[in-house]
């Protein structure tokens, strides 16, 4: 056999161990997706907790000034919650913007991955995430609204109806802590799947 019929016989013959030279450790750029998502997911959760623990204390604050009828403490924690919806609308559209990248992402992997039912189910679980994100931002939105026409207003409905708006960022902020609980626990079981598949 000549050296140059060898040669390629051998290369030949190597190519197949090539391509899984990866070994059970699996695809490393998609492994390092998923630890940048749980690394990500992490950050999440501890914004998510202080960011409920802020709703839920100016909400603590609001009945408190509101049951002594205190009104510059009233306006304080209005100019702390105008800080705080105005943090919440850049954080969520900051999520979305993530959200969706994750969706195309998983899109992409869909098409280049032969369609697996892992890859098709991730995706799902990326469209859902971004779905909530945008439910969440619109509405945080119209939450927003609804307060800047209220601030400064000291009558009853209005301090009534400002009570409730706090209420409902204090759910929303609650429901993101527990949207942000599964999606930690769908990247976990991503990275799983991951790292067996490759």
């Known amino acids: ?17 090539l391509a899984h030279a990866g070994g059970p450790r699996g695809n490393n750029h998609e492994q390092s997706r998923d630890r940048q998502e749980l690394r990500q997911d992490a950050r999440e959760t501890r914004d998510d907790h202080q960011d409920l623990r802020q709703v839920e204390s100016l909400l603590s ?6 049951g002594r009828a205190a009104r510059r403490d009233l306006l304080q ?29 998983s899109a992409r992997e ?5 369609n697996r039912y892992d890859d098709r189910k991730d995706h799902r679980d990326d469209v859902r995430d971004a779905r909530q994100e ?9 939450i927003s609204q609804e ?3 209220l601030y400064g207003r000291m009558d009853s409905g209005s301090l009534s109806r400002k009570r409730m ?25 991503e990275a799983r799947e991951d790292s067996r598949w490759h």
């Open 110 to 114: 869909v098409r280049h991955d032969g």
């Open 77 to 105: 924690v209005e100019e702390d919650l105008r800080r705080y919806v105005s943090s919440e609308l850049n954080e969520t559209r900051r999520e979305l913007s993530q959200d969706k990248q994750e969706a195309r992402s």
């Open 134 to 142: 945008s439910r969440a931002l619109q509405q945080t939105r119209s």
């Open 165 to 189: 708006l706090i209420a409902d960022l204090v759910q929303l902020a609650r429901t993101e802590t527990a949207q942000n609980r599964q999606e930690t626990r769908e990247d976990r079981r």
């Open 1 to 17: 056999m000549s050296k140059s019929k060898w040669l390629l016989a051998t290369m030949a013959l190597s190519l197949p161990a």
């Open 61 to 66: 604050r609001y009945d408190s000034a509101r």
């Open 147 to 149: 307060l800047n026409n």
